[in-house]
């Protein structure tokens, strides 16, 4: 399966800390994204890197991208109780036509 | 407000009920999904729309039957569920094709008594 794997599976930091959220997936991608959902809410898409790309920026969001390890980071810099959520991964295989989530990580911001 | 809707945003029914959920955008896209997400479950595709052509069925059982009459409109019709298909069912579409950015409804949550 080239399912994503997110780890760890539940994070619980301090406001203002910064916060990683991992991802491993099993074959070859054309991107690779980062989703945010609100508790039973819909996903919001965050960010996107293709495979050529090793790191992008989105306001404080940083993702990194390494296809040799088949991995990827999402870091939140200085947190706030209103990042709360679950974020997710999510890969398309090369030559398919659609994406694949991981199980996800229940990020939570104390205050 | 992502641009996508779906309702209702809440749904409880029988076993032996008939009902739609319906999803609705006016982002331009050509392509439209359903997913259904579990407690404790990654997210499942169900179905893909491409340009109203069904280019994917996740081995879905024919008590889902999704409609897609339009680039913007999607429905998924749903008869004799059972309980174990309670979740919550979001729909999304991308332009440009499957591997884009998505843009997901708010999502129906369903409760199969």
């Known amino acids: 399966s080239q399912q994503g794997e997110e780890d760890p599976q539940a994070l619980s930091i301090q406001e203002g800390e910064n916060a990683t959220m991992n991802c491993s997936y099993k074959?070859?991608?054309?991107?690779l994204q980062w989703y945010r959902q609100n508790s039973g809410r819909g996903l919001v898409h965050l960010i996107l890197?293709?495979?050529?790309?090793r790191e992008k920026h989105s306001g404080r969001l940083r993702v990194t991208l390494d296809t040799s390890k088949k991995s990827s980071s999402l870091l939140i810099t200085a947190s706030r109780a209103a990042d709360t959520a679950s974020y997710f991964c999510?890969?398309?295989?090369?030559?398919?036509?659609?994406?694949?989530f991981g199980q996800g990580t229940r990020l939570t911001i104390n205050p | 407000e992502t641009g996508v809707t779906q309702t209702p945003r809440h749904l409880v029914m029988g076993m032996t009920n008939k009902k739609s959920l319906k999803c609705e955008q006016h982002?331009?896209?050509?392509?439209m999904y359903w997913y259904k997400q579990s407690a404790k479950k990654p997210l499942e595709l169900m179905f893909v729309?491409?340009?109203?052509?069904?280019?994917e069925n996740n081995s879905v059982p024919s008590r889902f039957s999704p409609e897609c009459p339009n680039s913007s409109h999607l429905f998924l019709h749903l008869h004799t569920l059972q309980p174990e298909d309670s979740a919550l069912y979001l729909c999304?579409?991308?332009?440009?094709?499957?591997?884009?950015?998505?843009?997901f409804g708010p999502g129906t949550r369903l409760t199969v008594l």
């Open positions: 999304a579409s991308s332009g440009g094709g499957s591997y884009n950015e998505q843009f």
């Open positions: 074959t070859s991608i054309n991107n």
């Open positions: 890197i293709r495979s050529n790309e």
């Open positions: 999510a890969t398309d295989a090369a030559g398919a036509q659609k994406l694949v």
């Open positions: 982002l331009g896209h050509n392509a």
């Open positions: 729309y491409n340009f109203k052509e069904q280019t």
